[in-house]
């Protein structure tokens, strides 16, 4: 790891796992990206997140600009969670892990094809190139 005025430089991996790196920050986000949900559908739509759990990690994903909280009652105070457009980028990235997770086990089901019914392939393009990094040289694809 690069080091810059004694302090060690953090990886671009090791910055987004900082932000949406624990599993139930990933689970609300993917359940965001259907659109907007109150406290309640949020905790029943992420099975066996404790509701303190949720209230931290709402307030985390809020203060790293990735949800916005809007509210729309004031007595009691009350939310509509969504995702920012910063939050709404991460769905490609959910995509590829939901495309690796399902290829490793025998209960999840891979994405597919709405009309079809195809499984989905995740792949790596490179819009400069116009082409695809199916299985990239160790040269071609870097986290820089």
Not at 12 to 36: F, K, N, Q, T, Y
Not at 66 to 92: K, M, N
Request: proline share 8%; glycine share 8%.
């Amino acid at each position: 790891m690069p080091y810059h005025a004694g302090v060690a430089a953090q990886t671009p991996l090791a910055a987004a796992l900082e932000r949406v790196g624990d599993r139930w920050s990933l689970l609300l986000i993917e359940a965001l990206l259907d659109g907007p949900r109150r406290f309640g559908e949020l905790s029943e739509q992420v099975s066996g997140i404790a509701p303190n759990i949720l209230s931290e990690r709402l307030k985390r994903l809020e203060g790293e600009r990735i949800v916005r909280a809007t509210p729309y009652s004031e007595r009691p105070p009350r939310f509509t969670y969504a995702l920012t457009d910063e939050g709404l980028e991460l769905a490609g990235v959910l995509r590829l892990l939901a495309d690796w997770g399902s290829r490793g086990s025998a209960q999840a089901e891979p994405m597919r094809h709405g009309l079809c019914g195809t499984p989905l392939e995740a792949r790596l393009w490179c819009p400069t190139c116009a082409r695809s990094l199916d299985e990239p040289e160790a040269d071609e694809l870097r986290f820089v």
